[in-house]
């Protein structure tokens, strides 16, 4: 049965954390690897688990977490961008077509930036009339550990 990309409902959900920390601090947790490595530790309530099955924090680097793989499709060094999608199960189990993940680190001024979460997704035709719910909740807990887990690491290094 094909999808009638038209009658599909589209929306999108975005929080921003404001930090101290200057763009390419945040970055280099968010950038790479680091990042699935911390979340697990930081906020095992958002996901539990994640591996990585391959790649190196890259464009097609694919990870496992404890809801559904992810995919980066989009990585941009110096703009500070990273979309992730969805590439099966969990959402797009629950009613949802297309869901995409994007993380932007913008930067403020010289020691300060956001961290800008957007869920961008797609319901098709078929569930428009009891859609599924997508909530940003565990990408602003993930962002406000991750400013944490930076700013602990600054205060070490300078002890």
């Known amino acids: 049965m094909a999808i009638d990309l038209a ?3 589209k929306g999108s959900i975005c929080h921003e954390y404001e930090t101290e920390l200057p763009a390419a601090d945040v970055w280099e947790v968010y950038g790479g690897l680091l990042v699935g490595q911390l979340v697990p530790q930081l906020v095992p309530e958002v996901y539990p688990k994640v591996e990585l099955v391959e790649g190196d924090g890259g464009v097609g680097t694919v990870f496992l977490v404890s809801f559904p793989p992810e995919k980066f499709v989009k990585t941009d060094n110096e703009n500070y961008i990273k979309e992730a999608l969805i ?15 994007r993380i932007e680190i913008i930067g403020k001024e010289e020691k300060a930036s956001i961290i800008r979460s957007t ?17 940003i909740s565990g990408l602003a ?10 700013k602990e690491k600054r205060a070490q290094a300078l002890a």
């Open 7 to 9: 009658k599909a409902m």
């Open 87 to 101: 590439i099966e199960g969990g959402f797009l189990d629950h009613g949802f077509r297309k869901y995409l993940i």
């Open 119 to 135: 869920i961008e997704y797609e319901v098709d035709d078929e569930h428009k009339d009891n859609p599924p719910v997508a909530s």
């Open 141 to 150: 807990a993930i962002a406000e550990a991750m400013a944490k887990y930076i």
